[in-house]
């Protein structure tokens, strides 16, 4: 119960944090709902601030809310609370507290709270155990990050998950934006377009299991699962987040056209993997959004743990650049679903169709 109730917790504070706070995109965050509803929170700089709006709560009792989840997370108890541990003198990492080891997923989220919450310390210590112990320096996953170590920082598993390196770039960048680049590692956006490089300097696909292809396919113009071998054969609907690709449109410096091909790709590709009456997503998905099992099995054709993160995604697409108002419509049905199981009692893994 601790840990659920922990990732819980971590759950609300990242989806508070980029509902309420997306400051890092250079803009003043502020309450016209109006200038929202013409154009989107990119270009209005209007963020919608839904405990404001709908719970009725002051900004000083948000500021509380987040800032006291913050300190939880982050230097609560070791026993059952935090999930942030430094490394002295200058690294720190997330750790996964059920399993007790250290996932790029986790640290990139870490380093979007910190950069959303203007906590440039945490972030630089996360960026720099990340960087030290989870990145290829050399090879061919150069550029690339292993997407499981021990929290000794040794390497459990050497291959990326896509979803990681996509977080870090989008975290760099928005820390370019708020505090400026330093020097080495720590010139953010330098880092940032490196990534991004090097997910599209593979190779851009294989049957065979062990050459290491790009962390997007150019063909279908989608981020792959794995980049390797044939886990690229297929994506997963949870790392579609086109409204970081709309941005890698107007901040890479090479690919800009293959970017906005990609942002408006994984929209269409989300209209036909989700479920149309329960608006459930499969964990991983063949290019054209239909579920999809891998040879190693486990269920994933259904709506498991990383489904749970596309209603996220597409809510943050539609507040940042309002493309299409499917995502209201698609919002709601997978809340009406989950209302409809009862909201103390829905479950948290189903089929599609519920």
Known sequence: MAQKERFL???LLFLSLLACSCRSLGTTAREETGAFARSGAYFSGSYPNLFATLLGKSAEEIEAKIAAAFQQLFY???ESERIYYPVEPDMAYIVDVLHQDVRTEGMS???MI?????KKEEFDRLWKWAKT?????????RGYFAWHCRTTGAVIDSN???DGEEWFVMALFFAAARWGNGEGIYHYEAEAQAILEAMLSKADSSDRDDVVTNMFNRRHKQVVFVPVGNADDFTDPSYHVPHFYELWVRWARRENDFWCEVAETSRQFLKRAAHPKTGLFPDYALFDGSPHDPPWGGGHRDFRYDAWRVGMNIAMDYVWFLKDDWAVTQSNRLLNFFFAEGIGTYGDLFTLDG
């Open 109 to 111: 989220y870490g380093m």
């Open 160 to 162: 990326a998950a896509s």
């Open 9 to 11: 917790r971590t759950s």
């Open 133 to 141: 112990y989870m990145q290829h320096k050399r090879g061919p996953r």
């Open 76 to 78: 609560g108890r070791d």
């Open 114 to 118: 910190s950069v959303q919450l203007d």
